[in-house]
């Protein structure tokens, strides 16, 4: 059984351009979510799809966005890049809700803003 | 709000030591809490999860209990190897959505 797919793996990036991270999920899955993790941060929670509807969405500002596609991948856009964007972005997926069963995530994107 | 506390890190230990993680939280309700495992260059793995109070999650040696009258879920295993170093994260899922600690990196030396 294929795990959760991200691409690319890694992308440098200039400030102030926008970027988009794909993540396929389980075969199944139908609830993806993304998180960012940075040295500082850690690990922190941007927004959580459910059958191509947005259903949680965590606090970051508005150039974070993301929608799911009718097959369940997932992507995720920033828009007008800065430095504090550099981050490991993980992609999770999950059945449901992910309460009982846990979500699987995949290897993330590194993206570097310079 | 919702919040994970784990011990600060690294935690050194020599191989076949005992090891102990703790992990408390504040949550309304009743979460379901995890453990996820991360390696160098890689994603998170779901090490062990329980869905309620008493329940013990279980999984390559590694046991955590979820003790809801002390709000924990300490991570242990009773003789860690070389290939356990990693950084360890506790999570509580709530509202659709994972809370992790900060993470505690583990180095198991030989």
């Known amino acids: 059984k294929a795990g959760v797919t991200q691409t690319p793996r890694y992308l440098i990036k200039t400030r102030g351009q926008q970027v988009t991270l794909s993540c396929s999920p389980i075969?199944?899955?139908?609830?993806v979510s993304w998180y960012q993790q940075t040295p500082g941060q850690g690990l922190q929670f941007l927004f959580e799809?459910?059958?191509?509807?947005?259903?949680n969405k965590g606090n970051f500002p508005g150039r974070f966005s993301g929608r799911q596609f009718s097959n369940s991948r997932s992507e995720m856009n920033v828009s007008t890049l800065e430095l504090g964007d550099s981050a490991l972005y993980l992609c999770?997926?999950?059945?449901?809700?992910?309460?009982?069963?846990?979500?699987?995530f995949g290897s993330g994107t590194r993206l570097t803003v310079v | 709000g919702n919040s994970v506390t784990q011990m600060e890190g690294p935690v050194t230990l020599s191989e076949e030591a005992f090891l102990t993680i703790n992990c408390t939280y504040t949550?309304?309700?009743?979460?379901?809490l995890f453990w996820y495992v991360q390696y160098p260059g890689e994603g998170l793995q779901l090490l062990l999860k329980?869905?309620?109070?008493?329940d013990k999650g279980s999984n390559k040696g590694f046991e955590a209990t979820y003790r809801k009258e002390t709000t924990s879920f300490h991570l242990e295993k009773g003789s860690v190897q070389v290939s356990d170093s990693a950084v360890y994260f506790c999570?509580?899922?709530?509202?659709?959505?994972?809370?992790f600690g900060q993470g505690t990196e583990l180095s198991v030396k030989p």
């Open positions: 949550a309304t309700g009743y979460p379901s």
């Open positions: 075969s199944g899955h139908r609830s």
């Open positions: 999570a509580l899922s709530q509202g659709g959505k994972l809370i």
């Open positions: 799809y459910f059958s191509e509807t947005q259903r």
């Open positions: 999770a997926s999950s059945p449901g809700t992910g309460r009982d069963e846990g979500y699987t």
């Open positions: 329980a869905t309620k109070a008493d």
